[in-house]
């Protein structure tokens, strides 16, 4: 059986899939964002160590299978150390809850930029401020 490709010119991206995104992600696991791996997470693989051809562009896989991805890094620690995680909207909204972000930084920046695509990388970006705030203490 085989799938159908994601196909950006005709699908709608589960989240927005682009360079901007990835790397706010990766500033994230800089700064200290805790992951430990699971299924249902969205993951960028930078290092292009994952063979199989990604469903989605820019090398953005899906954790559907733990022990798919277990066999390729050996173990879940390896998978946090090489992959970058890509919260969804959701995931990144309740990581802002826990980092006590609160909801007018995030309203303040949608208010200034209210384009849809720009909403993730916004709480994305509050979320950078405020691991980078916990760092300093």
Known sequence: MSG???DSGKDIEP???NEDVCHLALKMKRFGLDWRPHVGCFVWDPEKTI???????NRIYFVLSMPRFLEIYGSAMNMAERLVWLPTWHQARSICRKLE???????NRWQRDSLLDEDLKNIYRCICSAL?????K
């Open 4 to 6: 159908t490709k994601f």
């Open 51 to 57: 063979e199989q051809a990604s469903p989605f562009p």
């Open 132 to 136: 980078k705030r916990l760092t300093i």
């Open 101 to 107: 972000v609160a909801d007018g930084e995030i309203f």
């Open 15 to 17: 989240i927005p899939f």
